[in-house]
C-alpha cells in the first residue's frame, strides 16, 4: 500500500492592504460595520501591479518547499488550483513550474473548481501518490488573484475578494495521512457567481452572464442557506467513508467567505469553535487559496493540527462545486 501525507505548508499575502474604511470613502456609503457583523471582513490585501497570479503561487510554494526540506528537483507534480489564471491558456501551473525552477520532467497543470480547487486538488494529488509510484511528491497550490477581477463600483463583490496563496506539499508515506474524500456538483448554479468572458459563451440573450466585460460578478441570488443545509451532510458523508465520526475530527478548516457560516456549521454537527480557525477578518476572502493559507496561518499561531490529529477540509465555490476531504496528521 502507498499513503499520502501532507508535509509542509506554505503561505503568501501580498502587502498592500485595504481595510473597511477605503471601501467607506471610495463606495461613498459605510460598509464597515455591516461587513464586520454580517461576513466578519475587516482587511483584505491585494497583489501588486506587477504581480500575477502564477507569481502568488511561487511565493507559497517556495516557502512549502523549504519548509520540508525539498528541492525543485524533488517535485514530481504540481497542480494550482485557481480560477483567476495567468492566462485563460496556457495553464498558469507551467508558468509557475518555470518561476519554481522545477525540472522538466515534473508533470503541470491548473484545476479550476473555484473556490473549492484546492481541496479537490489536494485529493487529486493524493490519489496520484497512492496510485503510481513514479510520483512520490506533489506540490499543491491554491492561489487567488481576484483583485484583478473586480469592480470597485460594485459594493456587493468589491468589499469581499481578495488576494492570496497557500501551498501543501504531499509526500509518499508509509502510513496512512489522507483518508477519505468526497465531492459534490449543483451545476444549475453555474451562472450565480463567475467571471463570465473569455470563453465561448457569447450571449446576446442573457448579457448579465457574459458582455464580454472579465469582472467577477453575482448575477443570480444564491439560495442563503445553501452551504448550512449541504456542508453536513457531505462532512458526514467523508468522515463515515474513513470509518470516523465528526467527534473524531480534531480539526475543521472550511471556506473563508462568512465567519457567522463557519460557526453556523460547527454548531449543526455539534463542535467547538476551538476545532477550527478563520483568517477571513484580516485577509479577506481568497477562495481557492483560503483553506491552506488558513491552515498555514493555523500552525504558525500553534492552533493548528498536531502530529496524529484527524484534520478535515471542506470548500464550495461557484458552480456550485464542493470538496472535502480527512487527513490523518503527521
Same mark, same amino acid.
Given at each position: 500500500?502507498?499513503?499520502?501525507?501532507?508535509?509542509?505548508?506554505?503561505?503568501?499575502?501580498?502587502?498592500?492592504?485595504? +481595510? /473597511?474604511?477605503?471601501?467607506?470613502?471610495?463606495?461613498?456609503?459605510?460598509?464597515?460595520?455591516?461587513?464586520?457583523? /454580517?461576513?466578519?471582513?475587516?482587511?483584505?490585501?491585494?497583489?501588486? +501591479?506587477?504581480?500575477?497570479? @502564477? +507569481?502568488?503561487?511561487?511565493?507559497?510554494?517556495?516557502?512549502?518547499?523549504?519548509?520540508?526540506?525539498?528541492?525543485?528537483?524533488?517535485?514530481?507534480?504540481?497542480?494550482?488550483?485557481?480560477?483567476?489564471?495567468?492566462?485563460? @491558456?496556457?495553464?498558469?501551473?507551467?508558468?509557475?513550474?518555470?518561476? !519554481?525552477?522545477?525540472? =522538466?520532467?515534473?508533470?503541470?497543470?491548473?484545476?479550476?473548481?473555484?473556490?473549492?480547487?484546492?481541496?479537490?486538488?489536494?485529493?487529486?494529488?493524493?490519489?496520484?501518490?497512492?496510485?503510481?509510484?513514479?510520483? /512520490?511528491?506533489?506540490?499543491?497550490?491554491?492561489?487567488?488573484?481576484?483583485?484583478?477581477?473586480? +469592480?470597485?463600483?460594485?459594493?456587493?463583490?468589491?468589499?469581499?475578494?481578495?488576494?492570496?496563496?497557500?501551498?501543501?506539499?504531499?509526500?509518499?508515506?508509509?502510513?496512512?495521512? $489522507?483518508?477519505?474524500?468526497?465531492?459534490?456538483? $449543483?451545476?444549475?448554479?453555474? /451562472?450565480?457567481?463567475?467571471?463570465?468572458?473569455?470563453?465561448?459563451?457569447? @450571449?446576446?440573450?442573457?448579457?448579465?452572464?457574459?458582455?464580454?466585460?472579465?469582472?467577477?460578478?453575482?448575477?443570480?441570488? $444564491?439560495? =442563503?442557506?445553501?452551504?448550512?443545509?449541504?456542508?453536513?451532510?457531505?462532512?458526514?458523508?467523508?468522515?463515515?467513508?474513513?470509518?470516523?465520526?465528526?467527534?473524531?475530527?480534531? $480539526?475543521?478548516?472550511?471556506?473563508? !467567505?462568512?465567519?457567522?457560516?463557519?460557526?453556523?456549521?460547527?454548531?449543526?454537527?455539534? *463542535?467547538?469553535?476551538?476545532?477550527?480557525?478563520?483568517?477571513?477578518?484580516?485577509?479577506?476572502?481568497?477562495?481557492?487559496?483560503?483553506? =491552506?493559507?488558513? !491552515?498555514?496561518?493555523? !500552525?504558525? *499561531?500553534?492552533?493548528?493540527?498536531? =502530529?496524529?490529529?484527524?484534520?478535515?477540509?471542506?470548500?464550495?465555490?461557484?458552480?456550485? @462545486?464542493?470538496?472535502?476531504?480527512?487527513?490523518?496528521?503527521?
Amino acid at each position: 500500500m502507498r499513503y499520502a501525507q501532507i508535509l509542509s505548508t506554505g503561505r503568501y499575502v501580498p502587502q498592500k492592504m485595504l +481595510d /473597511n474604511a477605503y471601501f467607506d470613502r471610495i463606495l461613498g456609503r459605510e460598509v464597515d460595520e455591516w461587513l464586520v457583523k /454580517n461576513v466578519g471582513i475587516k482587511t483584505r490585501h491585494v497583489m501588486a +501591479d506587477d504581480e500575477a497570479t @502564477s +507569481d502568488l503561487a511561487a511565493y507559497a510554494g517556495r516557502q512549502a518547499l523549504t519548509r520540508a526540506g525539498l528541492t525543485p528537483d524533488d517535485i514530481d507534480l504540481v497542480i494550482v488550483a485557481t480560477d483567476t489564471p495567468d492566462y485563460l @491558456s496556457p495553464a498558469t501551473a507551467v508558468v509557475v513550474q518555470h518561476k !519554481l525552477g522545477l525540472p =522538466p520532467t515534473v508533470g503541470a497543470f491548473d484545476m479550476n473548481c473555484a473556490c473549492a480547487g484546492w481541496v479537490s486538488a489536494a485529493d487529486t494529488g493524493a490519489r496520484f501518490i497512492m496510485t503510481d509510484r513514479q510520483i /512520490n511528491r506533489v506540490l499543491v497550490i491554491g492561489a487567488y488573484g481576484m483583485s484583478r477581477f473586480i +469592480d470597485y463600483t460594485d459594493h456587493k463583490t468589491c468589499t469581499l475578494f481578495a488576494d492570496g496563496a497557500g501551498a501543501v506539499v504531499l509526500g509518499a508515506a508509509d502510513k496512512p495521512g $489522507f483518508l477519505a474524500g468526497a465531492r459534490r456538483t $449543483f451545476g444549475e448554479h453555474f /451562472n450565480g457567481l463567475g467571471i463570465f468572458a473569455g470563453g465561448t459563451v457569447q @450571449s446576446k440573450e442573457d448579457p448579465g452572464i457574459n458582455d464580454g466585460v472579465p469582472r467577477v460578478q453575482f448575477v443570480k441570488r $444564491f439560495p =442563503p442557506t445553501f452551504n448550512a443545509e449541504n456542508w453536513p451532510p457531505l462532512i458526514y458523508e467523508t468522515v463515515s467513508r474513513a470509518g470516523l465520526t465528526v467527534d473524531d475530527v480534531d $480539526f475543521y478548516v472550511m471556506t473563508q !467567505l462568512n465567519v457567522n457560516t463557519i460557526k453556523e456549521i460547527m454548531g449543526i454537527i455539534g *463542535q467547538p469553535l476551538e476545532k477550527t480557525h478563520w483568517i477571513m477578518d484580516k485577509w479577506g476572502y481568497t477562495g481557492s487559496a483560503c483553506v =491552506p493559507m488558513a !491552515l498555514d496561518d493555523a !500552525l504558525e *499561531q500553534g492552533r493548528g493540527p498536531k =502530529p496524529g490529529d484527524l484534520v478535515l477540509f471542506i470548500a464550495s465555490g461557484g458552480g456550485i @462545486s464542493m470538496a472535502c476531504s480527512v487527513w490523518r496528521w503527521g
